[in-house]
């Protein structure tokens, strides 16, 4: 699996210039591992379910009240009262400079033959 940028803050990681909520820090590793094992069964459900059945409803709806649980959708687990950037764009919230020296930095490193895989 691909290593994305991670925000300072630890909140966020970006693919493609979009911010995306990572999972609350605080779940347990067991509660953890059974939560993303629940999100992908029900994500595998998706993949198996007819366009517009009660079968891809309820399996969205599975993929949906895993996300919540892990953190990634639903009320933000940081209780600081910043506000919520998921699924903005980087370069349209407080993270723009951040993510644009990310950008720099990751561009300069790929020009110069130093590029992390």
Known sequence: MPEYPTTPDKRYFVVRGR??????PALDQDTHDRLVAE????????????????????ARTRVNDAKVA???RGTPWW????????????????????YAD????SSTAK???????
Request: some cysteine.
């Open 19 to 24: 911010l995306w909520r990572q999972c609350n």
């Open 39 to 58: 999100l992908m069964a029900a994500r595998r459900a998706v993949r198996a379910a007819k366009a517009g059945s009660r079968e891809m409803a309820d």
């Open 70 to 72: 892990l953190g990634e």
């Open 79 to 98: 209780n600081d009262g910043a506000p919520d950037y998921n699924r903005y764009l980087a370069r349209n919230t407080p993270y723009a400079e951040w």
């Open 102 to 105: 990310f950008e720099d930095r």
């Open 111 to 117: 020009q110069s033959g130093h590029v992390k895989r």
